[in-house]
């Protein structure tokens, strides 16, 4: 335990593990998935993981820069952060505050939790429109199997309007209410052409742990 606590025992590490496990290997798109945390100490924790033997820095794929990767003795961490998760949602689940996310970050979030296997063929232009608390349009373009996240209209002509808070967006992600239950009760509403509006449920993975919210939703 000692050793151990010595690798992840503080405030961020644990989430820039979980950053790497869920696949994001770039210095930036760690950073977007943690709000809140500094370059600096960033930098840090990165150079930390790497000297216990948990990451390796590699020249990036892109030619610029580095990429974060997890060695075998960081894919193995998956099982800790898996824990750490599931024990909040049984444990601590009443002081989850899923809605306190902010848009930008929630929709990161959700763009690489999809799965490109089940989009259409053709570009799919959705736009998230977040009522309150900060009123706030956000884009997803998915097109050959990749999603880019827009705060800036992409260009594109939109394929289907979602609207909803920031709470309730945020729900549904973290599995406190199923896309079914929030559609129908009118808490987030979807404009589009049916056959789309249909599948949307299918391009999303939602967050790690939604199924897990989901049964403990049931014994509530």
């Known amino acids: 335990m000692a050793?151990?606590?010595?690798?992840?025992?503080?405030?961020?590490?644990p989430m820039i593990v979980r950053e790497?496990?869920?696949?994001?290997?770039?210095?930036?798109?760690?950073?977007?998935?943690?709000?809140?945390?500094?370059?600096t100490l960033l930098t840090q924790r990165l150079r930390h993981l790497e000297?216990?033997?948990?990451?390796?820095?590699w020249p990036s794929s892109a030619g610029k820069g580095y990429e974060y990767r997890l060695t075998p003795a960081g894919r193995d961490l998956e099982r800790v952060i898996d824990a750490f998760g599931r024990w909040a949602i049984e444990w601590l689940f009443d002081d989850l505050y899923p809605q306190?996310?902010?848009?930008?970050?929630?929709?990161?979030?959700?763009?690489?939790?999809?799965?490109?296997?089940?989009?259409?063929?053709?570009?799919?232009?959705l736009e998230y429109?977040?009522?309150?608390?900060?009123?706030?349009?956000i884009w997803l373009v998915l097109e050959h199997g990749e999603v880019s996240v827009c705060q800036q209209?992409?260009?594109?002509?939109?394929?289907?309007?979602?609207?909803?808070?920031?709470a309730e967006f945020s729900y549904l992600f973290n599995g406190r209410t199923s896309w079914r239950e929030a559609v129908r009760d009118g808490r987030i509403e979807v404009v589009g052409p049916s056959r789309l509006v249909r599948e949307i449920p299918s391009w999303f993975l939602?967050?790690?742990?939604?199924?897990?919210?989901?049964?403990?939703?049931?014994r509530a």
């Open 3 to 13: 050793l151990t606590t010595e690798v992840l025992a503080d405030r961020w590490t």
């Open 20 to 39: 790497l496990v869920l696949g994001n290997t770039r210095f930036n798109d760690i950073a977007r998935g943690l709000p809140g945390i500094s370059r």
């Open 51 to 57: 000297k216990r033997g948990c990451i390796e820095r």
């Open 100 to 125: 306190e996310v902010d848009p930008p970050t929630l929709m990161w979030w959700m763009h690489r939790r999809t799965d490109p296997s089940e989009f259409p063929d053709h570009r799919v232009v």
């Open 129 to 137: 429109v977040f009522t309150a608390p900060d009123p706030m349009s």
């Open 153 to 166: 209209h992409p260009g594109f002509e939109v394929d289907i309007h979602l609207r909803g808070t920031t």
């Open 206 to 218: 939602w967050s790690p742990w939604h199924e897990v919210v989901r049964e403990r939703m049931t």
